[in-house]
């Protein structure tokens, strides 16, 4: 990224406002805690990782000017304020991971005195931010022996590094093979209703120099027919103990017409986004969003006054329509309970 997705300056938080691009790239401060939940709540700072990081800084930002001076205090206005952050979205597990993370430091600490543990709990959140650059540079260097050189690639939603820290998932290994050398191409999918295909994981490809098609999201089939896809790699933002897999709508649908035409699914992921709480992906709360995101996104009304809609922000992909998992620990392949309790029994972050 040319600049972070999402930092710490001087006791405000700075994030670049992902609904405005690609006409317009602009950062924006949020001075209090209510700002971040309307920013994570309206996708000013979206895609999993990058949601944990906007919940983690969040709960520092909310609880930094607290007047409490007794651990006690503390601890009972920062669980409020992580309750608060944790309403804004429910999918992505990355934003209960983090709050949870910053509620367990300040527990840790707890005999420090306030003011200290304010900026013991800013460092913690700044070590969830390099640990995630970590981890996307990890993913990357792991998924590259799965391109070669010629292959196209299709991809949904974004999750690049604008959906992280730096540097993305699904796109990290897009960008590591570019960076070596290897000539591939990519299929973005528009990614209906809010278009983080098309307004987000084109312009960071674009950057980068990768060579990018759009579609629309029910090209997909055709160009699979085509044969013009390689294989497929999509983001998470939740993978349940069994391999199921929450990201974007139309992902599910991706998967399946991978299968049907015999190619390779990829889900590309932290392991801050594996939640072992949950069984299997059934469980998986899934989001839903509010009518005027289809009927008139982007201000032009596309459907009569007064339709009914539904429109869930996520589905999950069954574990049997995907062929691996890339994590920042390594590839993991089915069957997943074994596969990544493995991974998380053996916790790496970096690349042997
Ligand atoms: O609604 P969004 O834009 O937050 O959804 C994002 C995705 O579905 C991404 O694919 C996922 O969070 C992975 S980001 C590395």
């Known amino acids: 990224m040319p600049v972070p997705t999402i930092e710490w300056v001087d006791g405000r938080i700075r994030l670049i406002d992902q609904t405005l691009l690609p006409n317009e790239f602009k950062q924006i401060y949020c001075d209090d805690v209510e700002s971040v939940w309307e920013a994570i709540k309206s996708l000013r700072v979206r895609g999993a990782p990058a949601i944990g990081i906007a919940g983690a800084l969040g709960a520092v930002l909310g609880i930094w000017r607290s007047a409490a001076t007794s651990y006690v205090d ?8 992580t309750d608060y952050l944790a309403t804004s979205r429910p999918t992505a597990v990355n934003l209960f991971w983090a709050l949870d993370r910053i509620k367990k430091t300040a527990e840790k600490h707890k005999a420090l005195g306030t003011t200290q543990l304010k900026q013991v709990l800013l460092d913690e959140a700044q070590q969830i931010i390099e640990e ?6 990890a993913i990357g260097q792991h998924g590259l022996e799965l391109l070669h ?7 949904h939603c974004n999750a690049g590094g604008l959906a992280t820290s730096d540097y993305g998932t699904a796109l990290a290994v897009m960008f590591t093979a570019h960076e070596a050398g290897k000539n591939i191409h990519v299929y973005a999918d528009e990614t209906r209703p809010l278009l983080q295909g098309a307004r987000l994981t084109t312009w960071e490809l674009m950057q980068a120099g990768i060579d990018v098609t759009l579609i629309c999201d029910n090209m997909a089939a055709q160009v699979m027919k085509e044969g013009k896809i390689q294989c497929v790699i999509v983001g998470a933002d939740r ?3 069994n391999g199921d897999t929450a990201n974007k709508i139309g992902t599910y649908n991706v998967a399946i017409l991978a299968k049907e035409h015999g190619i390779p699914f990829y889900v590309a992921a932290p392991t801050s986004t594996l939640d072992f709480s949950l069984e299997n992906g059934d469980l998986i709360p899934i989001e839903q969003r509010g009518a005027a995101e289809i009927t008139e996104g982007f201000g032009t009304r596309t459907a009569p006054e007064g339709v009914k809609v539904y429109s869930p922000a996520f589905d999950v992909t069954p574990a049997r329509l995907i062929t691996a998992i890339i994590t920042d620990g390594g590839i993991v392949r089915p069957p997943y309970e074994m596969s990544l ?4 029994s053996e916790p790496s972050t970096g690349v042997d």
């Open 149 to 155: 050189s010629g292959d196209t690639i299709l991809t």
């Open 239 to 241: 993978i349940a103990a």
């Open 132 to 137: 995630d650059r970590e981890m996307c540079r």
């Open 74 to 81: 503390f601890a009972a206005e920062l669980k409020k304020i």
């Open 341 to 344: 309790k493995t991974l998380a």
